[in-house]
């Protein structure tokens, strides 16, 4: 296999997972879907409320962070309680208008209890090809950052379809972190990380804690389909690692139902896929 295994780490001097976030200011946070909503399709707000506690102590040790939240389609169902079955178009994307509200609502009341305000941002594919608009975002988000204010970023779902769309939240969180020129990327999904195959078919999948090389690394594992909610899978995440290690952005991916992930990351005790540019 030409995956980097833990004994390739030491001889090529990669940071470790706590070294990483350590030493990085700038962290993008993406959330899929499969994180959010719990099994019966509902958001999971106990999670919401124990993240954004985690995200102020990140912000306690002077770091800075964005949010890309997946979410809405799901909290659209689970609002008005129809249409979960409607595969039309406009049905999703209306889902999505009446999801995003809800959505940011309960990161408004979550991120309030830690004394934070949050920002809401809906991008779509069009944002990240023009200049004016990406130097806009850019404005944007460092002036809510500068003011202590938690962006939340999710694609324009209710205006964005199919080939004018980013389609995934890992990619839009990649194109995030490059636009902000983030020193890292955490992606929280159901999953340990990336394995040889998929854990959620075979028990003997293997984690892979280290790749610096995504090209090699899609040849030498077997991808499986993604989950209930989830919308790229891992082909997604591989895409969005390819896109920020080009420019130096380190990424994580991990799982985020893991209790006190954020600071069990920071100290080491949580195994996940650290991404490395190479060196
Ligand atoms: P999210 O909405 O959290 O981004 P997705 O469902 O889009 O999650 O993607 C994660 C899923 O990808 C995992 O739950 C897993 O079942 C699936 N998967 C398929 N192949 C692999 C693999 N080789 N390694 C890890 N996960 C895989």
């Not at 169902?77 to 049905?91: F, N, P, V």
């Amino acid at each position: 296999m030409n995956i980097i295994n833990n004994s390739d780490k030491a001889q090529k001097n990669l940071l470790t997972i706590s070294e990483t976030i350590a030493k990085a200011r700038k962290i993008v946070i993406k959330i899929g879907s499969n994180t959010l909503a719990k099994e019966d399709g509902t958001i999971n707000i106990e999670f919401m409320e124990n993240f954004a506690k985690q995200c102020s102590t990140f912000i306690d040790n002077r770091k800075q962070v964005v949010i890309v939240s997946s979410g809405a389609q799901v909290a659209g169902i689970s609002t008005i309680d129809r249409w979960a079955r409607k595969k039309d178009l406009h049905y999703r994307q209306a889902l999505c208008a009446i999801g995003q509200v809800e959505l940011m609502d309960c990161w408004r009341s979550c991120f309030r209890k830690f004394n934070l305000h949050v920002g809401q941002l809906l991008l779509s594919k069009d944002d990240f090809g023009d200049q004016h608009r990406t130097l806009n975002i850019r404005n944007t988000l460092f002036t809510l950052v500068d003011e202590g204010v938690i962006p939340i970023i999710n694609e324009n779902d209710s205006v964005a379809c199919d080939e004018f769309s980013i389609g995934d939240n890992d990619n839009l969180s990649a194109l995030t972190s490059i636009l902000w020129s983030a020193d890292l990327l955490i992606l929280c999904s159901d999953i340990d990380g990336v394995y040889s195959k998929n854990p959620k078919e075979y028990k003997d999948a293997k984690l892979i804690e280290n790749i610096t090389d995504v090209e090699k690394t899609k040849k030498s594992i077997s991808i499986g389909k993604a989950n209930n909610f989830g919308t790229g899978g891992i082909t997604t995440k591989l895409e969005a690692a390819e896109k920020v290690l080009e420019y130096d952005v380190s990424m994580i991916l991990t799982n985020g139902a893991k209790p006190n992930l954020l600071q069990n990351l920071a100290n080491g005790t949580i195994k996940a896929t650290l991404f490395s540019p190479a060196q």
